[in-house]
């Protein structure tokens, strides 16, 4: 079953929206396989975003990922990648469509609550980057 790697960004957990994420993953259908709150060190958000080094919005970024908590994630489920970059909406506020979580909750693209792999090279990087194997569960659910 394909997995993917999404994460409540620090504007998101200091705002309460953990839950409504959640909620809507779960709606949609999709099995939360790992999760757990933690602060970024400057080191993980370099690497993490390491694509974007260079850019006029990468140090922003880098201080604003390691400034709080984020809740960091592992959802199964079929064409969860895909599927789930839908969910959240587009990068740019602008276009961030209402009924996603950015259309309906960010003002801001940087301060824009959830992260979400946009491959399954980078969901496989970020999963592992982040989860040991033995923190992804396998459990049986039926709906
Ligand atoms: P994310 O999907 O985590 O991937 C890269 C992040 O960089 C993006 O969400 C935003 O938080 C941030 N970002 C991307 N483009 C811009 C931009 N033009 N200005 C500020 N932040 C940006």
Do not use: C
């Not at 757990?36 to 060190?41: E, I, P, V, Y």
């Not at 740019?92 to 301060?111: Q, S, Y």
């Not at 992260?115 to 049986?140: C, Q, T, V, W």
């Amino acid at each position: 079953m394909e997995k993917t790697f999404l994460m409540v960004k620090p504007d998101g957990v200091q705002r309460g929206l953990i839950g409504e994420i959640v909620k809507r993953l779960e709606q949609k259908g999709f099995q939360l396989v790992a999760a757990k709150l933690m602060l970024m060190t400057r080191e993980q958000a370099e690497e993490h975003y390491a694509e974007h080094k260079g850019k006029d919005f990468f140090e922003p970024l880098v201080e604003f990922i390691t400034s709080g908590p984020v809740f960091a994630m592992v959802w199964q489920g079929e064409q969860v990648i895909a599927l789930s970059r839908i969910l959240n909406g587009k990068t740019n506020v602008l276009e961030a469509a209402p009924g996603t979580i950015r259309g309906d909750f960010a003002l801001h693209t940087r301060l824009n609550l959830i992260h979400g792999s946009d491959s399954p090279e980078s969901a496989e990087r970020e999963i592992n980057h982040f989860f040991k194997p033995e923190e992804i569960l396998d459990y049986k659910r039926d709906v």
